[in-house]
């Protein structure tokens, strides 16, 4: 069964940094290009950044040079770090597998791991 694990998220100060990290099931892993959502409080879900399978990054416009994504293939391993944190930042963080900017998965979503970005 595929399952999805995101981790590292937390309470931090304006201007702070987080190092999110998503465990993967190697069959939704390794072929896959992969995304990392995040769902604010009363929004809908967005893609802030994703990751093809070779190691390609693309990322929402609000986070470029802000947010960074990597991905440690031996690991099945998808890491998000988010520097210069601001409030609107805030939000349920998810990964899952990427296809578009205007298509998301329907399935296998985890459980999210909560960034609060406040003073």
């Known amino acids: 069964q595929v399952q999805l694990v995101e981790s590292g998220g937390g309470l931090v100060q304006p201007g702070g940094s987080l190092r999110l990290s998503c465990a993967a099931s190697g069959s939704i892993f390794s072929m896959n290009n992969m995304g990392w959502y995040r769902q604010a409080p009363g929004k809908q879900r967005e893609l802030v950044a994703a990751?093809?399978?070779?190691?390609?990054?693309n990322y929402e416009d609000s986070v470029k040079g802000r947010f960074t994504i990597s991905r440690d293939n031996t690991k099945n391993t998808v890491y998000l770090q988010m520097n210069s944190l601001k409030p609107e930042d805030t939000g349920v963080y998810y990964c899952n597998t990427y296809y578009s900017r205007t298509v998301y998965p329907v399935r296998n979503w985890g459980q999210g791991t909560q960034v609060t970005v406040s003073s």
């Open positions: 990751i093809t399978n070779s190691g390609g990054t």
